[in-house]
């Protein structure tokens, strides 16, 4: 992890300035901004259809055909990329950006071994010749922490444990060195044992080759682990964003205040005979366009004009909450500065 | 309750019989929650699946109540399948897709002979109501619903039987986390209501440590540890329980990140010899390479397989 509050300050390396991103009548991402810095981690969480997936498929260029970019600026390296052409994208991706995902099955080439798969990359972004690509692979394989590189790289993906596949994923991501990657569940499908070591290898590659990481999950214990920042969203929106310290000592949006309190813990845990587990009442239903606040349907707190008026973002600090009476009731209240120049 | 010993279970497998079950001993009381961990392939999912015979032991013995299991035949073997009863990971995998929530309840109980149609629907409404799904559910198809609201209904198929003893084998591993806490408390409400007991099968080790009352851990084919749920997570004495609870991070940034244990999990079908977790664990000896540690009670209670223990 990086000094949160030096990142902050930093210019960031990459932003989403008011991105909507819909399927065929359904909006999925509502006018999100997120920004990175170099070499920071950066959490996005919420549940199954909040966006957050999405919201990274986007910010690649890598939508499925019926997705659509509606509005918003993809701010990297100076330019926008909302606006790239196929070929000016194909050349970033793979060089300057990557993204890995949950099933590593799915995304390498069955039929082809793995150093094929490594060496293509480096082929073409950085036009090395076969022989060199393929000693560049094992390199990778090497520092992806895959014993017997020599030996392993002309495996197909079956031959590999599930942990294998994602390093190689990982090894073809970070081939030419890239500023900023895109994990999406990288460990969900993977054992606990071998899902320390991947976000491990993850982490030691952020802080070796200078990636930025932006950490697509559901699991609170991997954000605290691993992020320097987090940013929440349900429904399409970012409802509260934070440092992960902050995040965690104090947690300020309702969402937010209720998955904390919904997931079973292993350390502080409660036991069934102890009592219940926090419920979140209801279930997510990002499809439906409530006036308000999405999450008012579901909100233990919530009040008359949340159902009518949509929450605007407001900054604590360095924090963003888009819960005005949330904010209102922060302990640090009076603290609260520059309300006024939030983000809308 | 329940009483299995030394149950085994093979795959055909390309490099010879796999030993998904390899000699396993467990017991369920009455009223008990009993939480089989560990991770995939350690054949936990076999385990629970050959307790109901949904796959065929090759060996070993399923006693409930003190009767062998395997002998049952008719009615004998119907009424042990009316009193353990199966909640799938994907319950929406295992409802027909074209019968309605009525009509898969109500099949249920008409394949157990309980009741007359009226007594049936009646019955079918009140646990549908139980389980915290709306009255119109009984008309509507396994599609309509939720991924929440579907493992509701698949507590309800097995609930509507009156079981003593429902194996729950991944039930909200499919589940977000706001969604895991309802259908979580709602188990435990119906544990206590119908004094039900579980095998509740997982590899996650904070929904186990919040339902079970007793916990099993499992590594390849073998209970490696089995205590009570407070010594298990608190003073876990075999080096694969100690590695599994410290891989777990932890969701409180000022805890130290998780003690990463070295290897890949190794294939079922050719598991190392003797310990089976003696390639990756940080204490091994020589002995632990030649010698299966058999299960040791070192405190009423607790077992470890483990020389060292």
């Given at each position: ?344 | ?105 109500d099949g249920a109980l008409a394949v157990h002979r309980l009741g007359d149609r009226p007594t ?190």
């Amino acid at each position: 992890m990086i000094d949160p509050t030096a990142a902050a300050r930093r210019p960031p390396l990459f932003a989403l300035e008011g991105l909507e991103v819909s399927f065929p009548g359904r909006p999925v991402v509502r006018g999100l901004d997120l920004s990175v810095a170099e070499g920071e981690t950066v959490a996005l969480v919420g549940e199954s259809g909040c966006g957050k997936s999405t919201t990274a498929l986007a910010a690649m260029r890598l939508l499925p055909r019926s997705g659509r970019i509606d509005a918003g600026r993809i701010a990297f390296e100076g330019r926008d990329l909302a606006v790239l052409s196929p070929a000016e994208l194909r050349d970033l991706r793979g060089r300057r950006l990557a993204m890995i995902f949950q099933e590593p099955m799915t995304s390498l080439n069955p039929v082809l071994t793995i150093g094929r798969q490594i060496a293509e990359v480096l082929i073409r972004h950085e036009h090395l010749s076969r022989r060199a690509a393929r000693a560049r692979a094992i390199e990778l394989l090497d520092l992806v922490r895959i014993a017997e590189p020599h030996r392993r790289i002309d495996d197909h993906p079956h031959r590999l444990s599930g942990g294998m596949r994602q390093r190689v994923m990982i090894a073809i991501a970070v081939a030419c060195r890239p500023k900023l990657l895109f994990a999406d569940e990288p460990t969900t499908a993977l054992d606990v044992t071998i899902q320390a070591q991947v976000l491990d290898l993850l982490d030691r590659l952020r802080r070796d080759l200078g990636m930025a990481l932006v950490l697509i999950t559901h699991d609170l214990g991997v954000v605290a682990q691993y992020a320097d920042r987090v940013v929440v969203m349900y429904a399409g929106h970012k409802v509260e964003e934070a440092t992960t310290a902050e995040l965690f000592a104090r947690p300020l949006h309702p969402y937010t205040r209720g998955l904390l309190a919904a997931a079973p813990r292993l350390d502080t845990g409660l036991h069934h005979s102890e009592g219940r587990l926090a419920e979140i009442p209801g279930a997510p239903d990002g499809g439906v366009d409530h006036p308000g606040c999405a999450f008012a349907p579901r909100c233990p707190e919530v009040r008359a004009d949340c159902r009518v008026t949509p929450p605007r973002p407001l900054a604590i600090g360095d924090r963003l909450v888009a819960c005005p009476p949330a904010v209102a009731s922060a302990p640090r209240a009076n603290a609260m500065r520059g309300a006024h120049d939030a983000v809308g | 309750m329940l009483s299995v010993e030394g149950l085994e279970v093979r795959y055909a497998h390309r490099d010879g019989a796999l030993r998904a079950v390899d000699g396993v001993d467990l017991t369920v009381g009455r009223g008990e929650t009993v939480g089989l961990v560990g991770e995939s392939g350690c054949g936990k999912s076999t385990l629970g699946k050959a307790i109901l015979r949904l796959v065929e032991p090759i060996g070993g013995r399923v006693a409930i109540d003190g009767v062998d299991v395997a002998g049952l035949k008719g009615d004998r073997l119907l009424a042990f399948r009316r009193r353990v009863q199966f909640v799938f990971q994907d319950p929406y995998a295992s409802l027909n897709p074209r019968r309605t929530i009525g009509e898969i309840l109500d099949g249920a109980l008409a394949v157990h002979r309980l009741g007359d149609r009226p007594t049936r629907r009646h019955r079918v409404r009140e646990i549908l109501d139980r389980v915290g799904l709306p009255a119109d559910a009984v008309d509507r198809l396994p599609h309509e619903f939720s991924g929440g609201q579907r493992q509701r209904i698949g507590i309800a198929r097995a609930l509507v039987l009156s079981p003593d003893l429902i194996v729950l084998d991944e039930p909200v591993s499919a589940l977000d986390v706001s969604i895991q806490a309802q259908i979580l408390n709602l188990l435990v409400d119906l544990k206590r209501e119908f004094g039900l007991a579980y095998l509740f099968v997982s590899h996650d080790l904070s929904v186990v440590r919040y339902i079970a009352d007793r916990v099993l851990v499992m590594y390849l084919g073998r209970i490696v540890e089995c205590a009570d749920h407070h010594v298990l997570f608190g003073e876990p004495r075999h080096p694969y329980t100690r590695a599994l609870v410290d891989a777990v991070p932890l969701p409180d940034p000022r805890r130290p990140r998780a003690a990463i244990v070295a290897g890949d999990i190794p294939s079922a079908a050719r598991p190392p010899s003797g310990c089976r977790f003696h390639p990756r664990c940080p204490l091994a000896i020589g002995r632990c390479a030649d010698e299966v540690p058999s299960m040791r009670e070192i405190a009423p209670g607790h077992a470890v397989a483990c020389h060292l223990a």
